[in-house]
């Protein structure tokens, strides 16, 4: 499921960052594509891998935030935010990292937004791309 693709990133990121990383997840059970989870997945895997490279140098408490919600019948948005330095060096236009998630987004026909005050935040809209069902 993405909820423990999702949950697996947290694993090894305190040798990374010589802290422990707090997550905070809220993810639906999510019916679609096993493609559209994967590109899903590749996208909050790279927002995760930016902040853990760029974001936590000065953080003695790391969090990072990571909400799928519905938006309508087959809509849905991934709302992604750490409380890292919030600087746009760290998630920069012309980065690797951004040009991924772009690609990402586009493929999956949706939009994103972001911004870089008291950490980075980032929300991507994908309007046509699931159905969604309760947890049990």
């Known amino acids: 499921s993405l909820l423990e693709i999702v949950e697996n990133l947290q694993y090894g990121t305190e040798t990374l960052i010589g802290r422990k990383l707090k997550t905070k997840l809220s993810i639906p059970n999510i019916t679609t594509t096993p493609n559209n989870i994967i590109y899903i997945g590749m996208i909050i895997n790279e927002l995760v891998t930016n902040s853990i490279k ?4 000065d953080q003695n408490s790391p969090l990072i935030d990571v909400n799928i919600v519905p938006d309508g019948e087959h809509s849905l948005s991934i709302m992604y935010q750490d409380n890292g330095v919030g600087h746009k060096t760290h998630f920069g236009a012309g980065g690797k990292g951004m040009k991924i998630i772009n690609d ?13 005050q008291n950490g980075f935040h980032f929300k991507a809209t994908f309007p046509t791309l699931l159905s969604m069902t309760e947890e049990t």
């Open 104 to 116: 990402l987004v586009e493929q999956l026909n949706g939009t994103f937004e972001r911004s870089f």
């Open 54 to 57: 760029y974001a936590f140098d």
